[in-house]
């Protein structure tokens, strides 16, 4: 079992900026993937970015450009720098994480962290 625990959400005016961390701990060798994705009210949840264990990033399109994930590996922490908001990044952000268990790939989630960008 994987255990995350987020932080770094809350309130922030339109053009402003917060930075999100997920720490991981517990069963945490053979973690591949650290991501983070977004829900907001009466939307699915979407993908915002993710980081592979090589550093490889993937990022929406909507963010692009704004956001930026990177990984700590030896704290286990994957981080979500968030610049330019605006009012349509308003959700719940969830921490992903994808581990190997022999031959599968299971995910665990995160509690979520509101952020909300109003003026």
């Known amino acids: 079992q994987v255990q995350l625990v987020e932080s770094g959400g809350g309130l922030v005016q339109p053009g402003g900026s917060l930075r999100l961390s997920c720490a991981a701990s517990?069963?945490?060798?053979?973690?591949?993937?650290m991501g983070w994705y977004r829900q907001a009210p009466g939307k699915q949840r979407e993908l915002v970015a993710s980081i592979t264990g090589g550093s490889s990033t993937n990022y929406a399109d909507s963010v692009k450009g704004r956001f930026t994930i990177s990984r700590d590996n030896a704290k286990n922490t994957v981080y979500l720098q968030m610049s330019s908001l605006n009012p349509e990044d308003t959700a719940v952000y969830y921490c992903?994480?994808?581990?190997?268990?022999?031959?599968?790939?299971?995910?665990?989630w995160g509690q979520g962290t509101q952020v909300t960008v109003s003026s």
């Open positions: 992903n994480v994808q581990r190997m268990e022999g031959i599968l790939t299971i995910g665990y």
């Open positions: 517990g069963s945490i060798f053979s973690i591949t993937v």
